[in-house]
């Protein structure tokens, strides 16, 4: 039995090191995994496909694209940038107020997308062409576009949060409201980070010109007040309602939708882009759908074969300390993180780490929130860092380099990582709030 476990774990990270798409391996590891513990090709099968079948008929599945296409209304309909200027305006008599106003900016727009890649992409475009006109040195620039949008992972609503709810089946609801305390500990760490290094480093973050009262365009203003109380208004539904009990995450994230949807008519949108952001809604979340679909033949699997029990014998004959179990946990993430994304992360792992954690004492919530943490470091992590990637592909400013943004983000890496390992070690800070508002 452990040798076939280990044989097909060693085929999957083969298959996905080689650059097979991962929903494939996973599904081809799941079939030969199974076929080898029944001996029929048949049986396993049809224990796959029904499977899939009762995978496809969770209701749980529609959170994603309703959340993903109320980030995309959001992003197009230019709220994102009234955000940002509300923040900007408000902050500008701090040291490095453009870079605090894309982290505030960042941690609003995350509490509506919920997709680390949607913020990166839009204040690639919105908040670094401002720093660097400004005088802003440009890896700086680039480290606080990239390392805030992290947030968008770890503020509900998150995607990477209903992904692994869904493959532990802890409450969604919970795990948003997990995540509030230490996405806004982290955030407010990134914002003394701005205000430090602009402090320390004048030339780094040079201080904005004060605006005359008599050059601001008041009916400009109103409108962007108008907006930036609109998109307040969502999260309270959508997050406040799920705190209170009032509306299940399906729920929310359907009123979350209709209210975005209204918001962006009210900002101009019309048909075309109504239109261009249903479609991009459904090309982020269709390759996601068939992954949960394929991690759940996955886990099936692991289930069928004792894998947990073997994997934890395996682990626990190397040490039998909590501390030491955690640790290579967090090492195979880390390492991970720098070849693949977040979420074929969580589907590989969290099936096998989710339970070995339970075993060894740590909270649920503390350690989703932790794995979260640390999968969201590996956004930053080269070679792969998805989010260095994405900066680069979207921001206008063709001479930025690869290295320019891996040694910005650096800083926001390891302030991730110390987040992490403060949830670890003080579970409260991710237990506190579901125990106290749910």
Same mark, same amino acid.
């Given at each position: 039995?452990?040798?076939?476990?280990?044989?097909?774990?060693?085929? =999957?990270?083969?298959?996905? /090191?080689?650059? +097979?798409?991962?929903?494939?391996?996973?599904?081809?590891?799941?079939?030969?995994? +199974?076929? !080898?513990?029944?001996?029929?090709?048949?049986?396993?099968?049809?224990?796959?496909?029904?499977?899939?079948?009762?995978?496809?008929?969770?209701?749980?599945?529609?959170?994603?694209?309703?959340?993903?296409?109320?980030?995309? /209304?959001?992003?197009?309909?230019?709220?994102?940038?009234?955000?940002?200027?509300?923040?900007?305006?408000?902050?500008?008599?701090?040291?490095?107020?453009?870079?605090? @106003?894309?982290?505030?900016?960042?941690?609003? /727009?995350? @509490?509506?997308?919920?997709?680390?890649?949607?913020?990166?992409?839009? *204040?690639?475009?919105?908040?670094?062409?401002?720093?660097?006109?400004?005088?802003?040195?440009?890896?700086?620039?680039?480290?606080?576009?990239?390392?805030?949008?992290?947030?968008?992972?770890? %503020?509900?609503?998150?995607? !990477?949060?209903?992904?692994?709810?869904?493959?532990?089946?802890?409450?969604?609801?919970?795990?948003? &409201?997990?995540?509030?305390?230490?996405?806004?500990?982290?955030?407010?760490?990134?914002?003394?980070?701005?205000?430090?290094?602009?402090?320390?480093?004048?030339?780094?973050?040079?201080?904005?010109? %004060?605006?005359?009262?008599?050059?601001?365009? +008041?009916? #400009?203003?109103?409108?962007?007040?108008?907006?930036? !109380?609109?998109?307040?208004?969502?999260?309270?539904? &959508?997050?406040?309602?799920?705190?209170?009990?009032?509306?299940?995450?399906?729920?929310?994230?359907?009123?979350?939708?209709?209210?975005?949807?209204?918001?962006?008519?009210?900002?101009? $949108?019309?048909?075309?882009?109504?239109?261009?952001? %249903?479609?991009?809604?459904? #090309?982020?979340?269709?390759?996601? $759908?068939?992954?949960?679909?394929?991690?759940?033949?996955?886990?099936?699997?692991?289930? $069928?074969?004792?894998?947990?029990?073997?994997?934890?014998?395996?682990?626990?004959?190397?040490?039998?300390?909590?501390?030491?179990?955690?640790?290579?946990?967090?090492?195979?993430?880390?390492?991970?993180?720098? *070849?693949?994304?977040?979420?074929?992360?969580?589907? =590989?792992?969290?099936?096998?780490?989710?339970?070995?954690?339970?075993?060894?004492?740590?909270?649920?919530?503390?350690?989703?929130? /932790?794995?979260?943490?640390?999968?969201?470091?590996? !956004?930053?992590?080269?070679?792969?860092?998805?989010?260095?990637?994405?900066?680069?592909?979207?921001?206008?400013?063709?001479?930025?380099?690869?290295?320019?943004? *891996?040694?910005?983000?650096?800083?926001?890496?390891?302030?991730?990582?110390?987040?992490?390992? =403060?949830?670890? &070690? *003080?579970? +409260?800070?991710?237990?506190?709030?579901?125990?106290?508002?749910?």
């Amino acid at each position: 039995m452990a040798t076939v476990i280990f044989t097909v774990l060693a085929l =999957l990270l083969v298959m996905v /090191f080689l650059g +097979v798409q991962i929903a494939i391996a996973l599904g081809a590891a799941s079939f030969i995994g +199974v076929y !080898l513990l029944l001996g029929s090709a048949d049986i396993a099968l049809s224990v796959l496909s029904s499977t899939a079948y009762e995978a496809l008929r969770k209701d749980i599945f529609i959170v994603i694209p309703l959340f993903v296409l109320m980030g995309e /209304f959001i992003s197009r309909s230019g709220a994102a940038q009234d955000i940002y200027t509300i923040a900007n305006r408000g902050l500008r008599r701090i040291p490095g107020c453009l870079a605090v @106003a894309t982290v505030s900016g960042n941690s609003v /727009f995350a @509490a509506i997308t919920g997709v680390s890649i949607a913020s990166a992409a839009t *204040f690639s475009r919105i908040a670094y062409p401002e720093m660097v006109a400004l005088g802003y040195k440009k890896s700086y620039a680039l480290g606080v576009v990239a390392g805030s949008a992290c947030l968008g992972m770890l %503020i509900p609503p998150s995607i !990477l949060m209903i992904v692994w709810a869904v493959l532990t089946e802890i409450s969604i609801g919970a795990l948003f &409201v997990a995540g509030l305390l230490p996405g806004l500990i982290l955030a407010s760490l990134f914002c003394a980070y701005c205000i430090f290094t602009a402090v320390l480093s004048p030339e780094t973050a040079p201080r904005s010109p %004060i605006v005359d009262k008599q050059d601001i365009d +008041v009916a #400009k203003q109103r409108s962007e007040l108008t907006s930036g !109380l609109s998109v307040i208004a969502l999260i309270v539904i &959508v997050i406040g309602g799920i705190w209170g009990g009032f509306l299940t995450p399906t729920e929310a994230a359907g009123f979350g939708t209709i209210g975005a949807l209204f918001v962006g008519l009210a900002k101009g $949108m019309r048909k075309t882009e109504i239109s261009e952001s %249903i479609f991009r809604a459904g #090309k982020i979340t269709a390759p996601l $759908m068939i992954l949960l679909i394929t991690a759940s033949m996955y886990s099936r699997f692991l289930a $069928m074969g004792g894998a947990v029990g073997v994997i934890q014998g395996t682990l626990f004959s190397v040490s039998d300390s909590p501390i030491i179990i955690m640790f290579m946990i967090f090492l195979v993430w880390l390492v991970l993180g720098m *070849f693949i994304d977040s979420t074929s992360i969580i589907l =590989l792992t969290v099936p096998i780490f989710a339970p070995m954690s339970q075993f060894i004492g740590v909270d649920p919530l503390a350690f989703a929130i /932790f794995g979260i943490l640390v999968i969201e470091a590996g !956004l930053l992590t080269p070679p792969f860092g998805l989010l260095v990637f994405t900066v680069k592909a979207s921001v206008p400013d063709r001479t930025v380099t690869m290295g320019e943004i *891996f040694t910005g983000a650096v800083p926001y890496w390891i302030m991730i990582l110390i987040v992490a390992v =403060l949830v670890v &070690v *003080f579970p +409260v800070l991710a237990t506190y709030l579901p125990q106290s508002l749910m």
